[in-house]
């Protein structure tokens, strides 16, 4: 038996973002051209950029040339600001500040949209727990505690900080 067959897929294309249908069912007349279904691929032609659909979700697909990243190295000591060594930054630097005990902020204006920012946070060998979370457009907030989970000055040691923002 041979494997050797060929198919031709299309995606769907159309302006703009793909949005999710209101129903299941595209043949009841509330579909729109955008609308993607779970497995099917859909290309913007105003940005390129291709989507699919997974469950509820409609996710990026491909290259990762047009999203922004900033990958940083950050310790933090005593009552100091964070510091971060950076690796990559095409989202445009910030301004790291100390609010509290094992409370620090990355400010940059406008740089962390809603729906479209994404972090990784890894503590690599310091004993502890980090979270971080998009705040606002502006705000990245880092928390820190000790191994008992008390806020705690000290954890950010060499710590990996990747932010990801999506066109």
């Known amino acids: 038996m041979s494997c050797d067959r060929y198919a031709r897929m299309i995606i769907k294309t159309g302006q703009g973002l793909p949005t999710i249908p209101v129903s299941a069912d595209h043949r ?3 579909w729109i051209d955008t609308d993607i279904y ?16 997974w469950f509820t979700d409609i996710v990026l697909v491909g290259s990762s040339s047009n999203i922004s990243t900033q990958h940083l190295l950050v310790s933090q000591t005593s009552t100091n600001a964070p510091t971060a060594t950076q690796f990559e930054d095409n989202i445009g630097g910030g301004t790291w500040a100390y609010i509290g005990v094992g409370s620090y902020t990355l400010t940059n204006v406008g740089a962390f ?3 479209k920012t994404s972090l990784i946070v890894n503590n690599g ?3 502890g727990w980090i979270r971080a979370y998009r705040a606002s457009d502006d705000v990245i907030t880092v928390l820190t505690f000790n191994t008992s989970f008390v806020a705690s ?3 950010l040691d060499q ?9």
Request: aromatic residues 6%; without cysteine.
């Open 28 to 30: 009841n007349g509330d």
């Open 159 to 167: 710590t990996a900080l990747i932010i990801k923002v999506i066109p």
């Open 125 to 127: 060998i310091k004993n």
């Open 38 to 53: 779970e497995g099917e691929q859909y290309q913007d032609t105003d940005t390129g950029l291709v989507y699919t659909r």
């Open 153 to 155: 000055d000290g954890v």
């Open 113 to 115: 949209p809603s729906g």
